[in-house]
């Protein structure tokens, strides 16, 4: 449950925190392997990592964390896998939804998610209900997801819009494209914090990380906690974030204001 901020969180939220963070949770499975274990106890063990980096991000005062938990790739592993992941998700919507709740976290969901099995759709559809009216952050999973999947659903509801007479073509525009987006609710995305040591972002999250600071880690995802979580958070705030534009002042200005 929730708990007081350390010294150092605090230190760190003073410092202005990013609105919206995404994690691209990699090394799960390197993590089984070098331990002997089959692939599965590495995402069983990185269920950890994610509960700790969404207490510690509610605690610094996150507006949105946005987790990339299951790709539209993710479909082509084995069979074994993936219905272990999906029995993991299932488990996770249905043990975590009374701290979301306590801790007042909106769960949101972005990706194909018809392709979801039933056991993970109906769970993940009645806690994004319960947890509808809660204001203090938005936890979004990506589910089924891809970047370039997201931006064909986009054009897609473009084309109906503007074929139904809901939208005029001369109209469309940079904010007609992201309020079509599965994520388009969702605050600037500030930074993408990626695991195990890969530097890409991997079809996560194209549109919206057009500015993201990007801070790649070598830390296997079920090694990385609270600490590892805090250490990527002050790389961002040494950043200097310009937007395409000149630099206009010394210091740091890696926080969102």
């Known amino acids: 449950m929730s708990k007081p901020l350390s010294p150092r969180e605090s230190e760190i939220k003073a410092r202005g925190v990013p609105r919206h963070v995404g994690?691209?949770?990699?090394?799960?499975?390197?993590?089984?392997k070098a331990r002997g274990l089959p692939r599965l106890s590495g995402h069983r063990e990185g269920a950890k990592s994610v509960r700790a980096v969404i207490r510690t991000a509610r605690r610094l005062g996150c507006e949105a964390l946005t987790l990339y938990a299951f790709s539209a790739q993710n479909w082509e592993r084995p069979m074994e896998e993936v219905e272990g992941l999906m029995g993991l998700l299932r488990d996770y919507l249905i043990k975590e939804g009374q701290e979301l709740l306590e801790t007042d976290i909106r769960l949101h969901a972005a990706g194909d998610l018809d392709r979801l099995p039933e056991k993970v759709l109906a769970p993940l559809r009645v806690l994004c209900e319960k947890t509808a009216g809660c204001g203090s952050m938005t936890l979004t999973l990506c589910l089924s997801y891809g970047g370039r999947e997201e931006l064909v659903h986009m054009a897609r509801r473009l084309v109906e819009d503007v074929q139904h007479g809901d939208l005029e073509s001369s109209s469309i525009d940079e904010h007609a494209l992201a309020e079509r987006l599965w994520t388009g609710s969702l605050p600037?995305?500030?930074?993408?914090?990626?695991?195990?040591?890969?530097?890409?972002?991997?079809?996560f999250l194209l549109w919206s990380s057009a500015y993201s600071e990007l801070v790649f880690v070598p830390t296997l995802w079920p090694d990385f906690r609270e600490e590892a979580f805090l250490d990527a958070i002050e790389e961002y705030q040494r950043r200097e974030r310009r937007f395409g534009r000149a630099t206009s002042r010394g210091g740091v200005a890696g926080a969102s204001q």
């Open 188 to 203: 600037e995305l500030d930074l993408i914090i990626r695991t195990s040591g890969e530097q890409r972002i991997s079809n």
């Open 23 to 32: 994690m691209i949770m990699d090394g799960n499975g390197r993590w089984a």
